[in-house]
């Protein structure tokens, strides 16, 4: 192996990603040379110049790097659009990070760290977000009873969604109702 390979792998440079792809040996996984995943043993790690040797070779792609994606850059960027669409999906579920995590093919603590990296929040915090950007739209729309919206939107009571709300928003529920029918 090159020592510039070698050196591209210990420090996960992105540089190198569409140069080769290296092989764990003893895990039969492979990566991009810029994953973050633990760096393997020198004597462990074989050279491939595209996606499909390692295949061939039964290796299996990292879930981490995803290798087999031609995109590497929107990987992290394709994992949150799909937790926030999970999570926008099932607004009104609880849904723990364990699930949602589970859901994407990602730990749980690699999710949140990545999710916060990308978006400024956690997907809880992310979640909330949502739920009172949705009771918001229903508030000004409809004449239903604050109770109602947030039930609907995914609060399980009403001072849990008026202190949620307040925080976000500064004001109240009902005075941002009546705020928005006089404006």
């Known amino acids: 192996m090159k020592e510039e390979f070698w050196h591209a792998i210990v420090a996960c440079n992105q540089d190198y990603d569409s140069i080769f792809f290296y092989g764990v040996t003893t895990t039969k996984i492979f990566c991009r040379p810029s994953c973050r995943s633990k760096t393997p ?3 462990n790690v074989k050279i491939f110049y595209n996606p499909k040797e390692p295949l061939a070779e039964g290796f299996r792609p990292c879930k981490r790097c995803r ?7 929107t990987t992290k960027e394709m994992v949150v659009n799909k937790a926030k669409q999970f999570l926008s999906e099932r607004l009104t579920e609880t849904i ?3 699930q949602l995590a589970k ?3 990602v730990s749980p603590f690699y999710l949140q760290k990545m999710f916060k990296a990308e978006t400024g929040m956690s997907p809880h915090q992310f979640v909330l977000q949502q739920r009172v950007e949705v009771a918001k739209k229903r508030m000004v729309e409809t004449t239903l009873p604050l109770i109602h919206i947030a039930l ?7 001072a849990h969604f008026s ?3 307040r925080k976000m928003v500064g ?3 009902t ?3 009546s705020r928005a029918n006089h404006s």
């Open 41 to 43: 043993k020198r004597e």
């Open 67 to 73: 290798p087999d994606l031609l995109h590497h850059a």
């Open 96 to 98: 723990p990070l364990r």
């Open 103 to 105: 859901e994407l093919y």
């Open 152 to 158: 609907e939107v995914g609060f399980r009571n009403s």
């Open 163 to 165: 202190s949620v709300f």
């Open 171 to 173: 004001c109240t529920p």
């Open 175 to 177: 005075e941002y109702r």
